[in-house]
Nanobody
Framework: QVQLVESGGGLVQTGGSLRLSCVAS????????MGWFRQAPGKEREFVAA????????YYVDSVKGRFTISRDNAKNTVYLQMNSLKPEDTAVYYC???????????????WGQGTQVTVSS
């Protein structure tokens, strides 16, 4: 059983930055493929970014490419999502999740954190 805890959300203005963190426990973090998803009010949860246990493999949804960076520190059992140039449409609850494979498909992720709220105002 993997446990994931997100933190780092908050309220920022358009153009601002936040760094989300997700700490994993319960199994070997270095073997996990990790993803970030978000869910805006009234919308389905959508893929944002993923990073493989082989750290060179990363995926992003087109809308965040060039603005968001996913990274991991295996020594700290932590995955990060650095979010720059934030836009109001980035407003959502952000969740981290783990999967056996690296994928954009939320159905492949079997463990989820509780979520952290990101609100971008204009």
């Amino acid at each position: 059983q993997v446990q994931l805890v997100e933190s780092g959300g908050g309220l920022v203005q358009t153009g601002g930055s936040l760094r989300l963190s997700c700490v994993a426990s319960g199994r070997s973090f270095s073997s996990l493929n990790m993803g970030w998803f978000r869910q805006a009010p009234g919308k389905e949860r959508e893929f944002v970014a993923a990073i493989a246990w082989t750290v060179t493999m990363t995926y992003y949804v087109d809308s965040v490419k060039g603005r968001f960076t996913i990274s991991r520190d295996n020594a700290k059992n932590t995955v990060y999502l650095q979010m720059n140039s934030l836009k109001p449409e980035d407003t959502a609850v952000y969740y981290c999740a783990s999967a056996r494979i690296i994928t954009r498909n939320k159905e492949a992720y079997d463990t989820w954190g509780q979520g952290t709220q990101v609100t971008v105002s204009s």
